[in-house]
T-cell receptor
Framework: GENVEQHPSTLSVQEGDSAVIKCTYSDSASNYFPWYKQELGKRPQLIIDIRSNVGEKKDQRIAVTLNKTAKHFSLHITETQPEDSAVYFCAASTPNTGNQFYFGTGTSLTVIP | DTAVSQTPKYLVTQMGNDKSIKCEQNLGHDTMYWYKQDSKKFLKIMFSYNNKELIINETVPNRFSPKSPDKAHLNLHINSLELGDSAVYFC?????WGAGEAFFGQGTRLTVV
């Protein structure tokens, strides 16, 4: 199946700074890349996603970039706020394994007020 | 109205027992999933299912089996529970197989003693 690696595993930033989380994937056929946010004790929730025919997507303070050649994609959060503190998961979906979602190992983001 | 609901939220049981976790979605989605989240927060796909196809992740023991009485439900049955089965189990659904937002249930924390 698809192998998704995510870095860093933990990230601390000062409020107002930017945070960047990076993921790589192994299957060049992967075509859908969502990002999920999971607050402590809660369910994962989609925050942004990107498809393989797009290089970048932005939604207010959140942006995702995709480099298909290098097989990596990144989440960018600008002007971080304490409520951004959570675990973030990237994921990839490939038709080669029935379009299942394969998640990265997660990044625990702490925004320090 | 909860989009994806799981019951129970907590489940404590002894080794060797058989247990079930129920999942229901009211979104009209065609695809449902089961994920296991271990103590390190890794989210691993267990099953993907729609009306026509079931995909089983190769690492899932055959003690685990999904059962779908209808399109809105995908229950998880676990036989002969082991200590290592302790985890949080999430059910999810999506409109499109492997693409588009996956909506997660609130999770079931299973503890095997």
């Amino acid at each position: 199946g698809e192998n998704v690696e995510q870095h860093p595993s933990t990230l601390s930033v000062q409020e107002g700074d930017s945070a960047v989380i990076k993921c790589t994937y192994s299957d060049s056929a992967s075509n859908y890349f969502p990002w999920y946010k999971q607050e402590l004790g809660k369910r994962p929730q989609l925050i942004i996603d990107i498809r393989s025919n797009v290089g970048e997507k932005k939604d207010q303070r959140i942006a995702v970039t995709l480099n298909k050649t290098a097989k990596h994609f990144s989440l960018h959060i600008t002007e971080t706020q304490p409520e951004d503190s959570a675990v973030y998961f990237c994921a990839a979906s490939t038709p080669n394994t029935g379009n299942q979602f394969y998640f990265g190992t997660g990044t625990s983001l702490t925004v320090i007020p | 109205d909860t989009a994806v609901s799981q019951t129970p939220k907590y489940l404590v049981t002894q080794m060797g027992n058989d247990k079930s976790i129920k999942c229901e979605q009211n979104l009209g989605h065609d695809t449902m999933y089961w994920y296991k989240q271990d103590s390190k927060k890794f989210l691993k796909i267990m099953f993907s299912y729609n009306n026509k196809e079931l995909i089983i992740n190769e690492t899932v023991p055959n003690r685990f089996s999904p059962k779908s009485p209808d399109k809105a439900h995908l229950n998880l049955h676990i036989n002969s529970l082991e200590l290592g089965d302790s985890a949080v189990y999430f059910c999810a659904s999506s409109q499109i197989w492997g693409a588009g937002e996956a909506f997660f249930g609130q999770g079931t924390r299973l503890t095997v003693v």
